[in-house]
């Protein structure tokens, strides 16, 4: 293999690989790492002012630096996601050398347009449609202020999205997000380039369980909407054990959980206890009311939970829905826990599973692919 090297700009320090965002990137750069290519990353602090071992350690540079946050960059015209992320420092690295510059989501895209490296090859890294993320955020968020901001943010984002014409190729999560930006951008190439993630086998423990499991970031209105669905829509009449788990619950899921016996909350459980409950769960509720990007979440529960119940829009462009029970409405999710609770899977479906996961989802695949794709040019 040539010597080829790779700046990647992430808009946070991607260790260790906590929640969906950075585990991608993680990953990503793991994978990257392991066929050879050198990294040169540049990683976005939020004040935790960490050094990781772990990153210097797979990459031929690491650098850090810190978000412009505040009220100038709140009150930009730029989405703030993306104006607190301007270094002059960062640019001037970039500077030193002609090497292809990864761009990790429209967080990272501030010097996409920066005169300096017009003649540079970029590569845009899709991780959601972002102003449609933040237009569902703001539906589902119910603090005025928190709305207002969702909704500014996703007007912004919108515009901004503009800048993606700057790059020279796009990657895109899912396969419905790749259909979109190849109708924004023709003049682009976009390429499907799926999560990466720590899952390497299909891993699965024979025999029932005892609880569903939803999980999740539980201070995302996202996920605060959908956990507040299942417990007064769904399990609200069903005698069987929920488990909730996930960083940092609201108290409005904690409250409304109080109500129900069978719900029990697993506030910021340990990455080990988070594996062994996504292991041990019977059945793994996957819903959320926004179709956008891919959840890593429905990944690592076909690769490592056993029976999956979800909705179209967790779904939705992922090409797994053969993988999973799928379910709309309140009725149909209680018809289908109903059905499931002494079902057990066959050894069948345990590899059309995998067989399915691995073809499309294959971390060494994907990064190969990616490398034939950035460099393809040489």
């Known amino acids: 293999m040539k010597d080829y090297h790779l700046h990647i700009i992430a808009f946070d320090i991607p260790f260790p690989p906590s929640y969906g965002g950075v585990i991608d990137v993680f990953y990503q750069i793991f994978y990257l790492s392991k066929a050879g290519v050198k990294i040169h990353l540049h990683a976005f602090d939020y004040g935790k002012g960490k050094r990781s071992e772990e990153l210097e350690r797979l990459c031929y540079s690491v650098n850090y630096y810190p978000r412009q946050t505040g009220i100038l960059s709140a009150l930009s015209y730029k989405p703030y996601i993306t104006g607190s992320?301007?270094?002059?420092?960062?640019?001037?690295?970039?500077?030193?050398?002609?090497?292809?510059?990864?761009?990790?989501?429209?967080?990272?895209?501030?010097?996409?347009?920066?005169?300096?490296?017009?003649?540079?090859?970029?590569?845009?890294?899709?991780?959601?449609?972002?102003?449609?993320?933040?237009?569902?955020?703001?539906?589902?968020?119910?603090?005025?202020?928190?709305?207002?901001?969702?909704?500014?943010?996703?007007?912004?984002?919108?515009?901004?999205?503009?800048?993606?014409?700057?790059?020279?190729?796009?990657?895109?999560?899912?396969?419905?997000?790749?259909?979109?930006?190849?109708?924004?951008?023709?003049?682009?190439?976009?390429?499907?380039?799926?999560c990466f993630h720590k899952n390497e086998e299909v891993l699965l423990e024979k025999g029932a369980g005892s609880y569903i499991l939803f999980h999740g970031n539980l201070e995302v209105s996202e996920n605060v909407k959908a956990a507040i669905f299942l417990m007064e829509k769904v399990m609200n009449d069903i005698d069987y054990r929920l488990i909730i788990a996930g960083n940092n619950p609201t108290s409005r899921i904690k409250r409304t959980a109080l109500r129900y016996p069978n719900v029990e909350i697993i506030a910021n459980p340990e990455e080990e206890q988070m594996e062994t409950l996504i292991k041990k769960a019977h059945l793994h509720l996957l819903v959320t009311f926004q179709a956008t990007g891919l959840k890593l979440k429905l990944?690592?529960?076909?690769?490592?939970?056993?029976?999956?119940?979800?909705?179209?829009?967790?779904v939705h462009g992922t090409g797994l829905s053969s993988l999973?029970?799928?379910?709309?409405?309140?009725?149909?999710?209680?018809?289908?826990?109903?059905?499931?609770?002494?079902?057990?899977?066959?050894?069948?479906?345990?590899?059309?599973?995998?067989?399915?996961?691995?073809?499309?989802?294959?971390?060494?695949?994907?990064?190969?692919?990616?490398?034939?794709?950035?460099?393809?040019?040489?």
């Open 85 to 194: 992320r301007k270094s002059e420092a960062l640019v001037l690295e970039l500077l030193k050398d002609d090497y292809p510059i990864l761009f990790e989501g429209l967080h990272t895209c501030y010097h996409i347009t920066d005169k300096r490296l017009a003649n540079r090859y970029k590569i845009f890294r899709e991780t959601n449609i972002e102003h449609r993320y933040y237009g569902y955020l703001a539906l589902a968020e119910i603090n005025p202020f928190y709305k207002f901001y969702f909704a500014i943010a996703a007007i912004k984002l919108g515009f901004y999205q503009r800048v993606i014409r700057y790059a020279n190729l796009v990657f895109c999560v899912s396969e419905a997000d790749t259909i979109y930006y190849k109708k924004k951008f023709k003049k682009i190439p976009v390429a499907f380039m799926p």
């Open 324 to 378: 999973c029970f799928i379910a709309d409405t309140p009725d149909e999710l209680k018809s289908y826990i109903r059905q499931l609770t002494d079902y057990d899977y066959n050894f069948a479906e345990i590899g059309r599973r995998r067989n399915l996961l691995l073809s499309r989802f294959n971390n060494k695949e994907n990064a190969n692919e990616m490398i034939n794709q950035i460099y393809r040019k040489d």
């Open 299 to 314: 990944l690592n529960a076909l690769f490592r939970g056993k029976l999956i119940i979800a909705n179209s829009k967790m």
